[in-house]
Each structure stands twice: as C-alpha cells, then as structure tokens.
C-alpha cells in the first residue's frame, strides 16, 4: 500500500510539472540573499538542537552498546558452558 502511494505521489508531482506554465516573475538578488539565509539559520538551528539533546542521545547510544555487549558476552558464556 506504501508503494502504491509513492507511485501515485510521483505521477502526480510529474503532471503537475508538466503543466506548469512560466511564471515570467522577477527575482532581484536580495531573493538570494535571503534563501541562503533561510539555509544557513536551518543549520544553525539544527546544531543547536543537537547541541541541546546530544548529552541524551550519547547516554542513549552508550547504554544500548553496554547492554548489547552485556547481552554478546553472556551468550558466549552460555555458548562455552556446553562445550
């Protein structure tokens, strides 16, 4: 169902290109300026945001790594008991 919905999502961004007509609009160099700004103040905003959140998502990834190894040793050690 997904992938029928992509297709069509698709199909349509291809009709609607397709019938566009020229906007004949003039955009003076402060457009520019102001898109690179728009640019520029996303990246800011999003290291601050990782900034904000990275000492929960290092605490996060280190737990996940302490448990999975917990988890690897522990079935070697199970692996080994049999033998």
Same mark, same amino acid.
């Given at each position: 169902?997904? =992938?029928? $919905?992509?297709?069509? %999502?698709?199909?349509? &961004? %291809?009709?609607?290109?397709?019938? +566009? %007509? *020229?906007?004949?609009? @003039?955009?003076?160099?402060g457009? /520019?300026?102001?898109? %690179?700004?728009?640019?520029? &103040?996303?990246?800011? /905003? *999003?290291?601050?945001?990782? +900034?904000? @959140?990275w000492?929960? #998502? $290092? #605490?996060?990834?280190?737990?996940?790594? $302490?448990?999975? /190894?917990?988890?690897?040793?522990? =079935? +070697?050690?199970? =692996?080994?008991? /049999? &033998?």
């Amino acid at each position: 169902m997904v =992938n029928r $919905k992509r297709v069509l %999502v698709a199909w349509l &961004a %291809v009709q609607l290109a397709g019938f +566009s %007509v *020229a906007a004949h609009a @003039y955009l003076d160099p402060g457009t /520019g300026t102001i898109l %690179v700004q728009s640019l520029l &103040a996303g990246v800011a /905003g *999003a290291v601050a945001v990782v +900034s904000l @959140y990275w000492q929960r #998502v $290092k #605490v996060f990834f280190t737990n996940r790594w $302490k448990s999975r /190894g917990a988890r690897d040793s522990a =079935n +070697s050690t199970d =692996n080994n008991d /049999g &033998a």
